[in-house]
C-alpha cells in the first residue's frame, strides 16, 4: 500500500508544481486580489477532477479484460509521465503567463482545469490504471494512492500561493529548479515501469 502512496504523492507533487493554466492563476489571482483568492484557484481540482474521475474510471473499467488495449493505455501513459519527467528535469524557474478569464477565483480555476485535456489524459493512461492495481491488491492502496495525490496536488498549489503572497522569487529561485528536477528523475523512473507493464501485456517480453 505504501508504494502507491508513495507514487500518488510524488505525481502529485509534480503535477502541482509544473508549470501551467492552474498554477498561473493561482499565481495571477494571488499577486491580484489576495492569498484568498489563490486558495479558491488552488482547490478547484477537488471539484472538477470529479466528472474527469468517474469518466476514467468507467472507461478503464470496461476495458479490463483486454491486455492488448490495457498494454497500449500502459505504454501511452508512459510516454505522457516519461514526457513530464523531461520537462521537469528541464525546468530552469519562470514566471508562467496567467490564462486571462474574467470570473469568480473558484469558477475560474474549475473552468482552467476542466476545459485542460492534462487531467484527461493523466487519469486515463496512468492514474485509473494504477489506482485499479492498487485495488486489486488492497483497496487501502488505490484510497492511500488518489488521496496522496490530491493531497499533494492541492497542497503545493497552496504552498505556492502562500510563497507568492509573501515573494515572487521561490518559483525563480534554485530551490524550485532542482525540486523539479529530482520530481523529473522519480517521474522517468516510474515512466520505465509503466512501460515495462505496458510491454509484457502485450506480451512482447
Not at 110 to 136: C, D, E, M, R
Not at 144 to 173: H, Q
Not at 177 to 188: A, I, K, P, S
Request: include cysteine.
Amino acid at each position: 500500500m505504501g508504494k502507491y502512496l508513495f507514487m500518488g504523492m510524488v505525481l502529485g507533487l509534480s503535477a502541482g508544481l509544473s508549470p501551467g493554466p492552474l498554477l498561473a492563476l493561482v499565481i495571477s489571482e494571488t499577486i491580484r486580489l489576495g492569498i484568498g483568492a489563490g486558495i479558491r484557484v488552488a482547490m478547484a481540482p477537488l471539484i472538477s477532477d470529479i466528472p474527469v474521475l468517474i469518466i476514467s474510471f468507467v472507461l478503464v473499467s470496461s476495458l479490463s479484460g483486454s491486455d492488448a488495449v490495457l498494454g497500449i493505455i500502459s505504454l501511452a501513459g508512459a510516454g505522457l509521465i516519461m514526457k513530464m519527467g523531461i520537462s521537469s528535469i528541464r525546468t530552469t524557474g519562470q514566471m508562467p503567463q496567467a490564462p486571462g478569464r474574467a470570473s469568480e477565483s473558484l469558477m475560474k480555476g474549475v473552468l482552467v482545469n476542466i476545459l485542460s485535456p492534462h487531467p484527461y489524459l493523466f487519469w486515463i493512461t496512468v492514474g485509473t490504471p494504477l489506482a485499479s492495481k492498487a485495488w486489486q491488491i488492497h483497496p487501502g492502496g488505490a484510497v492511500g494512492f488518489v488521496a496522496g495525490f490530491y493531497l499533494l496536488l492541492v497542497g503545493s498549489k497552496l504552498f505556492l500561493a502562500f510563497v507568492v503572497a509573501r515573494t515572487r522569487s521561490f518559483l525563480t529561485g534554485g530551490a524550485y529548479v532542482w525540486t523539479m528536477r529530482v520530481l523529473g528523475f522519480l517521474l522517468c523512473c516510474f515512466a520505465w515501469g509503466l512501460a515495462r507493464e505496458g510491454v509484457e501485456l502485450l506480451g512482447w517480453l
